[in-house]
């Protein structure tokens, strides 16, 4: 097998990534769907839906590692003569399985998906606590508009988001991908990312700060129906 062939190989885990990441997004949606409708904002399949996106945090880390262990081999081989490529495969799993054997399935739980839906079901029943003791179901609609345009919007794009991202460190939103490209902007020129909602003093925002927020991204979406049906 060819450098190349591994390389596209590889392409093809980290698509399997992005799917799973979907997959995740989807457990997470259909799990507050689930809370929401329960008429005491609790469900036990909630459960079985945190042990699946758990499964999905495992395989994400191990494509992760297994990734990142044939880049390294891959790279030591390619100055070595063509022979070198014959042991690849069994190098390869070595490296690999002795990383995953130093491993804690308590380090899932810091998985970026993983708290998001776990953030995702704690404002479900926050949400479900406050409406019954509040009795409304809607709130009032300037109230709703205010909120949308302070909300929904990106302090980046100054449009709506599309997939909004919590940073842990000081709870701002953006959207996902202006968010990733402006870190990644700053860090080729090697500088930090500063929060870009004014006045905020966090002057290092890192990718490892932002969480997905399912709740405001289904507020999102319920905003953008309701606009559509007036």
């Known amino acids: 097998m060819s450098l190349g062939a591994v390389h596209a190989i590889l392409s093809d885990l980290k698509s399997c990534q992005s799917d799973?990441?979907?997959?995740?997004?989807?457990?997470?949606?259909?799990?507050?769907?689930?809370?929401?409708?329960?008429?005491?904002?609790?469900?036990?399949?909630?459960?079985?839906?945190?042990?699946?996106?758990?499964?999905?945090?495992?395989?994400?880390?191990?494509?992760n590692y297994f990734v990142d262990v044939v880049q390294q081999v891959t790279s030591e081989v390619a100055s070595q003569q063509p022979e070198a490529m014959f042991g690849l495969s069994a190098k390869v799993k070595e490296q690999f399985t002795e990383r995953i054997a130093k491993l804690s399935d308590?380090?899932?739980h810091s998985h970026p998906k993983v708290l998001a839906f776990k953030d995702s079901i704690k404002n479900s029943l926050n949400q479900s606590?406050?409406?019954?003791?509040?009795?409304?179901?809607?709130?009032?609609?300037?109230i709703a508009v205010t909120q949308s345009?302070?909300?929904?919007?990106?302090?980046?794009?100054?449009?709506?988001?599309?997939n909004p991202v919590k940073n842990k460190k000081c709870n701002h939103h953006?959207?996902?991908?202006?968010?990733?490209?402006?870190?990644?902007?700053?860090?080729?020129?090697?500088?930090?990312?500063?929060?870009?909602?004014?006045?905020?003093?966090?002057?290092?925002?890192?990718?490892?700060?932002?969480?997905?927020?399912?709740?405001?991204?289904?507020?999102?979406?319920?905003?953008?129906?309701?606009?559509?049906?007036?």
Do not use: W
């Open 149 to 162: 345009q302070v909300n929904f919007c990106c302090p980046l794009t100054q449009v709506e988001m599309v």
């Open 129 to 142: 606590s406050q409406a019954s003791a509040e009795n409304m179901e809607e709130l009032d609609e300037d």
């Open 174 to 230: 953006y959207d996902e991908e202006a968010i990733v490209t402006l870190i990644k902007t700053r860090h080729s020129q090697k500088k930090k990312c500063r929060c870009p909602v004014v006045g905020c003093g966090n002057a290092d925002v890192k990718e490892s700060d932002l969480i997905p927020d399912q709740m405001l991204r289904r507020k999102i979406q319920s905003h953008k129906r309701q606009n559509n049906r007036t």
């Open 20 to 63: 799973i990441g979907t997959g995740m997004d989807i457990v997470t949606d259909v799990a507050m769907d689930l809370m929401e409708a329960q008429a005491d904002g609790t469900n036990p399949c909630v459960k079985e839906m945190e042990a699946m996106i758990l499964d999905c945090a495992k395989l994400d880390r191990e494509i």
């Open 106 to 108: 308590d380090d899932l």
